[in-house]
């Protein structure tokens, strides 16, 4: 083993692993190293259980932070010193906070020393069957991606002029209420189903309830749901039960949040569903997504419309798959909550709205509500499980979705770069560090030009320091830091407005470790963690900073 400096032969070899000599920088000749430069390294935590003395010193215990930001266009060689280490991890995390892509340095990566876990109750608790569900197929994400921006179904709805027998007139449209037992064939979007074509599905009414807002809620299973008797009078009667007619409703608490799922709209200018329409469910067998919702089904199919316009179920419903009752890494009450959000968030910021003031934003930004909204309406003794917390979460870190661009991976891709996982991430950062008043800002905010300055904006204004700091702060979460870290850092709990947000200890993840290999390139927006396991006293090295990157240093 070759340590990347003399200092780090101080490190405790005989138990540690090289994993890797080369890196980003792996070629026939060596790389160019940066000029010397000024760079100065700096704490990045404060207050109470924040462990950094000074730039040069760490206390021996407690959270210590440091960083440093290159915010020039060239490579940047960073010297780091700290004494006082007393033989802990140094962990260190690159944040590329630009819009291109940055070259990586070579790195020499070893494997993380094994966390200090308290008790064997700290380890994070699976539903029975979990794993064996996961590795036997697919992960389900929410619902795929939605269609692009330009491409958006609902888009096009607002900018097609209604047919006159189609104008809405009065607050309501007469429309036959649906009894128990009756049959009902749905389409549902490819999108949902994982193929190029849309399924119809012949569903029965099975249960039905009035919600607290005066809203009809209807649940639906569709005949191969029924044909398999997976989904029984039990669990019916609980879903029903704990979504719309408990003191605690999901469906109550979910409206509360975000807002109603439909109501008034701009007359004429919409061909739509009622606003006083009724809520439908319907539980569908072999979806690809836990759940989903397609903006086209509330428009009105139009006779004498093109037929790629009338593809519309008419109604406000989301499509459910049926092994949320079942799946062990699925909450039916989670999938409902996200799906609302959906619905809910889409009324808000786009049917109520006039002409020219909607404000659509982009895939990540409508996931990272919906999924923070599911953070939030967790209740322990409800929810089976927190899936941020339990699932994703534990995702971003065991599949190592590290080096990807929020902004430009596809909803459906579940393969190296989840976006669920780093969503999940990311809101649950967002939510324990600048909590309610930041959400329902997130909501309503208009006042930028698109999704990412818009969480820009909104952390500004609550107090906080914009997204490049926070995504920097973000970052450091793979290092796996307690719950109880300085202010700034960590997933712990908070108490806001009535919502308990539960904590996320670094030692529920501790089973999972760092890559074992050097992309090429630190994609935008991603980031890139590995460790000097087990220094003795002194740290001592020169880190290579490409441009527009932040390192940060963490020793827990």
């Known amino acids: 083993m070759r340590p990347a400096s003399p200092t780090l032969a101080l490190l405790a070899a005989?138990?540690?692993?090289?994993?890797?000599?080369c890196g980003g920088d792996a070629e026939p000749i060596a790389p160019t190293e940066p000029p010397p430069s000024t760079a100065q390294f700096e704490v990045d935590c404060s207050g109470p259980r924040c462990g950094a003395i000074d730039a040069h010193r760490y206390a021996g215990s407690g959270i210590g932070v440091w960083q440093y930001t290159n915010t020039g266009d060239e490579r940047t060689a960073l010297p780091i010193r700290l004494a006082g280490v007393a033989g802990k991890d140094v962990q260190l995390i690159y944040t590329n906070h630009g819009d291109t892509p940055q070259r990586l340095p070579a790195l020499e990566l070893y494997l993380r020393s094994p966390y200090p876990l308290a008790a064997p109750a700290a380890r994070l608790a699976f539903p029975a069957g979990a794993d064996a569900a996961d590795a036997a197929s697919p992960r389900r994400p929410r619902h795929p991606d939605l269609p692009p921006m330009q491409a958006d179904p609902m888009q096009r709805l607002k900018s097609r002029k209604p047919s006159p027998a189609h104008r809405i007139v009065g607050p309501s449209r007469t429309a036959h209420a649906p009894r128990l037992g009756d049959v009902r064939t749905w389409r549902v979007s490819g999108y949902g189903m994982g193929t190029e074509e849309d399924a119809f599905r012949r569903s029965t009414l099975v249960r039905q309830t009035v919600a607290r807002d005066g809203r009809g809620i209807h649940v639906w299973i569709d005949a191969e749901t029924q044909a398999a008797g997976s989904v029984t009078d039990a669990m019916l009667d609980g879903f029903i039960r704990d979504v719309a007619q408990r003191e605690d409703a999901v469906y109550d608490r979910t409206v509360a949040l975000v807002g109603p799922p439909w109501g008034p709209y701009p007359e004429g200018e919409l061909p739509a569903i009622p606003?006083?329409?009724?809520?439908h469910v319907a539980f569908i067998r072999d979806m690809m997504a836990a759940g989903m919702v397609h903006w086209n089904d509330v428009g009105?199919?139009?006779?004498?419309?093109?037929?790629?316009?009338?593809?519309?179920?008419?109604?406000?419903v989301l499509f459910m798959s049926d092994d949320n009752f079942y799946n062990p890494v699925l909450d039916e009450l989670a999938s409902f909550a996200h799906e609302l959000t959906h619905l809910s968030t889409r009324y808000l910021q786009v049917i109520s709205k006039e002409p020219g003031q909607e404000y659509f934003h982009q895939s990540w930004f409508i996931e990272l509500i919906a999924l923070m909204a599911e953070d939030v309406l967790y209740l322990p003794g409800l929810n089976r499980?927190?899936?941020?917390?339990?699932?994703?979460?534990?995702?971003?870190?065991?599949?190592?979705n590290f080096n990807c661009d929020i902004l430009s991976i596809a909803i459906q891709d579940w393969g190296a770069c989840d976006s669920y996982n780093i969503n999940s991430t990311i809101g649950a950062y967002l939510l324990?560090?600048?909590?309610?008043?930041?959400?329902?800002?997130?909501?309503?905010?208009?006042?930028?030009?698109?999704?990412?300055?818009i969480l820009d904006k909104v952390i500004r204004d609550v107090g906080g320091p914009g997204i490049q700091t926070t995504m920097r702060r973000i970052g450091t979460t793979s290092a796996l830091l307690p719950a109880a870290s300085p202010p700034n850092f960590g997933l712990g709990a908070r108490s806001d407005s009535g919502y308990d947000l539960v904590p996320m200890d670094g030692a529920l993840y501790a089973d999972y470790g760092l890559p074992t290999s050097v992309p090429?390139?630190?994609?935008?927006?991603?980031?890139?963690p590995f460790v000097r396991p087990a220094v003795r006293d002194v740290y001592e090295e020169v880190i290579t900073v490409p441009p527009r990157t932040s390192v940060s240093v963490v020793i827990r």
């Not at 005989?14 to 000599?21: I, Q």
């Not at 600048?434 to 208009?446: A, I, S």
């Open 300 to 316: 009105l199919n139009d006779p004498a419309g093109p037929p790629e316009d009338n593809l519309s179920n008419e109604a406000l």
């Open 14 to 21: 005989a138990t540690l692993m090289l994993l890797s000599g």
């Open 385 to 400: 499980h927190h899936e941020n917390r339990d699932f994703f979460v534990r995702y971003w870190l065991r599949d190592q």
């Open 432 to 453: 324990r560090h600048y909590g309610m008043d930041f959400y329902r800002r997130l909501l309503n905010e208009t006042g930028a030009p698109d999704s990412w300055r």
């Open 520 to 528: 090429m390139y630190l994609q935008p927006r991603g980031f890139f």
């Open 275 to 279: 606003p006083d329409a009724d809520l």
